[in-house]
């Protein structure tokens, strides 16, 4: 009986430790560079700044946009961790599948957000090549 009450306690209460490590997770930045003129950096997929309770609700039932990015983060993570040629891709393709068509060259950053006192600070983690962004948007199609 008693060993029936350990498997069963972890199930009803939580546990602190379900993850083995909480670190701030990586944002993805993007820009958009046409010849030799490089754009500025724009947040990936940007959160609101509000919801309505509604939208909150609905959000809780149904979000695959949340998904999306939940896996892009996860992407990012492994892309910091152990760099691999299919990390690369996803962002790469996932980011690009959500922009305006043109002759541009897409390029990414993972950047980390910290709070320094009341400084608010940008790390640079990782910086992608500038790939062609037809080319990637022709692969999500």
Request: with cysteine.
């Amino acid at each position: 009986m008693l060993r029936l009450i350990s498997l069963f306690l972890p199930t009803v209460i939580p546990s602190w430790r379900f993850f083995q490590t909480v670190a701030p997770s990586p944002r993805i930045e993007y820009r958009l560079i046409l010849g030799e003129q490089p754009g500025d950096w724009h947040e990936d997929r940007p959160r609101p700044a509000h919801l309505s309770f509604a939208q909150i609700l609905r959000r809780m039932l149904w979000n695959p946009d949340w998904n999306e990015q939940l896996y892009l983060v996860s992407c990012a993570e492994r892309l910091i961790e152990a760099p691999s040629q299919h990390s690369l891709d996803e962002i790469n393709t996932r980011v690009a599948r959500l922009l305006p068509k043109g002759p541009q060259l897409l390029q990414f950053r993972l950047v980390f957000v910290s709070r320094e006192g009341a400084r608010i600070v940008k790390l640079v983690e990782y910086e992608s090549t500038p790939v062609p962004l037809a080319g990637l948007q022709e692969e999500a199609a």
